[in-house]
């Protein structure tokens, strides 16, 4: 019902404060209908038939976007930017795109920073330096080879993701010339979780995939925050892939 040229969106419109477009400058057209799996509730349909042009273009770009908006494991945040070109097949759903944790590169070089230290103190405390070196230059050299590993190991995780499809399990590392590695979902046998007494101390966990072929190796996604979280959006991913094969 419309009152003085003001169709259901106009008043919705007052409702919010907002002054509608004058009646002489509001253009309508048909809208399309769609297939029932994409369609609009009924209310909303109606809202656009009455609505200016622009502002239904407006809904129907929002709701496409509702309708197709990817699993609730895609909500992590996810710098599709990062990603190779090529890595998703088409009518492949992302569900998740993690990277490890930022702890990891500092475990990774955990070991190597721990003896620089003490070989510092050492050389230090004992003042027996490197042949032609003082101690302080021995020491700090020694300290940038431990600064040198951490540096490997953050350039090693910064173009690394972990990807999870409906489909397929990804690996990607590197930038210029990415490593790719992709396994099916339905070709793994069991998952787990696998937690150290320091990676519970920083929440973080490593995920082992199990495949069917006993002579595979299995795959291992390491340093993963909130593992637990992410281990059951894989489970039912694996689930839901063997459901639709068959298997």
């Known amino acids: 019902m419309k009152q003085g040229g003001i169709g259901l969106w106009g008043l919705q419109t007052i409702a919010k404060g907002c002054a509608p477009r004058p009646a002489a400058r509001i253009g ?7 297939p029932r799996s ?3 509730p009924f209310q909303s349909r109606l809202i656009m038939l009455d ?3 622009d502002c239904r273009e407006r809904t129907r770009i929002a709701c496409a976007a509702a309708a197709e908006s990817p699993p609730r494991g895609a909500e992590a945040p996810i710098s599709w930017a990062a990603l190779p ?3 998703i097949d088409g009518g492949e759903i992302v569900i998740l ?3 490890p944790s930022m702890w990891k590169p500092a475990i990774d070089a955990a070991p190597w ?3 620089a230290t003490i070989g510092a103190l050492l050389i230090t405390a004992l003042r027996t330096p490197l042949p032609g070196l003082s101690p302080t230059s021995s020491a700090q050299i020694i300290l940038l080879v431990g600064l040198a590993r951490l540096g490997l190991a953050i350039g090693r995780w910064i173009p690394t993701w972990h990807v999870l499809t409906n489909r397929r399990l990804i690996d990607i590392h590197g930038v210029r010339a990415p490593v790719i590695i992709s396994c099916p979902l339905v070709e793994i046998r069991n998952t787990y979780i696998r937690s150290g007494a320091v990676d519970k101390l920083l929440r973080v966990g490593s995920i082992i995939f199990v495949k069917r072929d006993e002579y595979d190796p299995p795959r291992i996604w390491q340093s993963i925050p909130k593992p637990e979280e ?4 894989i489970r039912r991913a694996i689930e839901h892939a063997i459901d639709n094969h068959g298997l």
Do not use: C
């Open 28 to 34: 309508y057209r048909r809208v399309s209908v769609r």
């Open 113 to 115: 920073l721990a003896v």
């Open 85 to 87: 070109g090529g890595v």
């Open 97 to 99: 795109a993690i990277k």
């Open 230 to 233: 992410v281990h059951i959006e």
């Open 38 to 40: 994409q369609a609009m």
């Open 51 to 53: 609505a200016p042009l």
